[in-house]
Nanobody, 123 residues
Framework: VQLQASGGGLVQAGGSLRLSCAAS????????TGWFRQAPGKEREFVAAIYWSGSTTYYADSVKGRFTISTNNAENTVYLQMNDLKPEDTALYFC?????????????????WGQGTLVTVSS
């Protein structure tokens, strides 16, 4: 499985971005997919996750109400819509997928990772 993340960029505080994560080699419809982020000098942290066909979603408290994770199984792509961005959202964002059990918030549960896409929010 190969994941390709895109959509990062520079945006002012209060702005929006939509990240995309396209999968090849295996469908997302049977996966649990997550977005994580890592700021300089900090550990990778959970942002959002979506299970299987989009029936269940999870969010970190810091992004709840501002970010939305969704999936388009026909395009084998997972999205992260980010609204009302804040400077503290600045980080390298990664998408990840797993096809077996684990914890949605734990990076170690995910076997497949895309390259990061950088999000920079200016104040």
């Amino acid at each position: 499985v190969q994941l390709q993340a895109s959509g990062g960029g520079l945006v002012q505080a209060g702005g929006s971005l939509r990240l995309s994560c396209a999968a090849s080699g295996r469908t997302f419809s049977s996966a649990a997919t997550g977005w994580f982020r890592q700021a300089p000098g900090k550990e990778r942290e959970f942002v959002a996750a979506i299970y299987w066909s989009g029936s269940t979603t999870y969010y970190a408290d810091s992004v709840k109400g501002r970010f939305t994770i969704s999936t388009n199984n026909a395009e084998n792509t997972v999205y992260l819509q980010m609204n009302d961005l804040k400077p503290e959202d600045t980080a390298l964002y990664f998408c990840a997928a797993r096809y077996s059990g684990g914890y949605y918030y734990n990076p170690a549960s995910y076997a497949y990772w895309g390259q990061g896409t950088l999000v920079t929010v200016s104040s």
